[in-house]
């Protein structure tokens, strides 16, 4: 039997949970409040990050959603400063990347730990590595949850984590560092992705290529955590082929597996931080 | 021909080389300065950071050696506050493990990033993870610096890291992240390692075992990095048999390998620091 790890019904499920923590809160008359600052003119990034604020507002919570479309990193800090000092903020998530020509690290490095819902920032990372308490880049929460809801253990296994972002794969490399697990990272282009995939038990990839992992490279059993999110058209398509699936004990469809639960995951971080200050 | 990375010889290079980076400074009235924090009673560790003292002292350096045999988290972190703010100190070490009782994050958390020369803190831990310009921790700056010294280049290479302290291995995997090569990353009790070991072209171990590491387990031309400092009364061994030698294409030795690199590594980093200030 196969395991589809449903993203969209898991993220039902969570959602309800965080909207009841939200009114728990909101009982004590706390209200958890994210400012989302996006910065340049991509559509689809103010698409996503409206889309944000939507689903926070939805459950009672408090977001702000602040769009520069022109700024400079003296105007960028000087505003995350701002929301650090913001007592109706509990959570800060900048969009990444950033426009053209804004220095990103220093942009990150400004949000203050307690308000670093998104985990982007290095402090947040450095704990990430060391295994300490910090809020977990959305991508690694809605991976760890998923396995949770399906009574998958992350430990005692192999992982190969296929890819290289800051937001996703080396963190979360990081982070299974710190279980009773092996992992292996490589590149996103990393010729020997094959070889690699042959013994790993579980396989994440962030590779931006559809259907680069194929039957022949995996195991029986492996479990795919595919975060592949590769348009043609309108239509989308995961790293992993679904050949794939008919090996591997559990999937992440895509659509509707990892990328669901991530707004979810930002706002459950964010209700968590201002549960700390009640 | 196997290269023995030596890393007695390697040290006085690098010492000499410092030593003229610190009289180029002193040209500019410039004293690198070195805050030594010692907690506890631990006598190995008061002779070490002694000893860090004195390196430092014979080339130039200014260096400070504070030990606090008991204190409490709130002297430590204001007395780090005072070293953050002390413009003759540009690099600050606390010596880890703290003494019992006290909060080494906190601590670690305390030094700004600009004086971390060991790489102690989550915010430089977080960088090594980006790939940014940071502080490496001495134990990954002792591994570069041998195989550069040695012409042996790091990328393109599976690594095995087989250990997991926050002052070196889970770094180090991490720092390889941002390489053009693969790590894999397993605790040091992880009863996988000799699978793990036949495949890996470089083996840099922590495992706290003598000679965890057998001839059965690696492949011929394999590079070994043993971090091992086992003693039994006054001798000392490492986590790899001598046996293995003999199929190494490279490898430091125990003692002589990348033990004396460490205080030269960290003399550096601070020179760093007091040249970025210059």
Redesign the interface.
């Known amino acids: 039997m196969t395991t589809i790890l449903d993203g969209r019904a898991t993220t039902a499920v969570v959602m309800e949970e965080v909207a009841a923590e939200v009114e728990k809160l909101a009982g004590k008359g706390i209200v958890p409040g994210l400012a989302l600052v996006l910065t340049g003119d991509d559509k689809y990034s103010a698409r996503y990050v409206k889309l944000k604020k939507k689903r926070a507002e939805k459950i009672g919570m408090y977001a702000e959603f602040h769009h520069f479309e022109e700024t400079t990193d003296k105007e960028l800090l000087a505003f995350i400063e701002k929301l650090n000092a913001d007592p109706k903020i509990h959570g800060i998530m900048v969009q990444l990347p950033l426009a053209k020509g804004l220095d990103e690290?220093l942009a990150v490095?400004a949000i203050l730990p307690e308000k670093d819902v998104d985990g982007l920032?290095?402090?947040?990372?450095?704990?990430?590595?060391?295994g300490?308490d910090c809020y977990l880049p959305a991508g690694i929460e809605a991976i760890m949850e998923l396995l949770k809801r399906y009574d998958i253990s992350p430990e005692g296994k192999?992982w190969l984590v296929a890819g290289?972002t800051?937001f996703l794969s080396?963190?979360l490399?990081?982070y299974i560092?710190?279980m009773?697990s092996?992992?292996?990272?490589?590149?996103a282009k990393?010729p020997?992705i094959p070889t690699?995939a042959k013994t790993a038990d579980v396989i994440c990839t962030e590779m931006f290529k559809k259907h680069a992992i194929t039957a022949d490279m995996v195991k029986d059993g492996v479990i795919i955590i595919d975060n592949g999110n590769n348009y043609e058209g309108k239509k989308v398509f995961g790293d992993v082929d679904p050949a794939v699936y008919e090996k591997a004990s559990a999937y992440t469809p895509v659509p509707g597996g990892t990328g669901p639960m991530l707004i979810a995951m930002l706002l459950r971080n964010t209700v968590k931080a201002a549960t700390k200050i009640a």
Request: proline share 6%; charged share 20%; aromatic share 0%.
């Open positions: 690290l490095d920032s290095p402090n947040t990372l450095g704990k990430v590595l060391m300490e192999h290289g800051n080396k963190p490399a990081a560092m710190n009773k092996r992992v292996t990272q490589a590149g990393c020997h690699l």
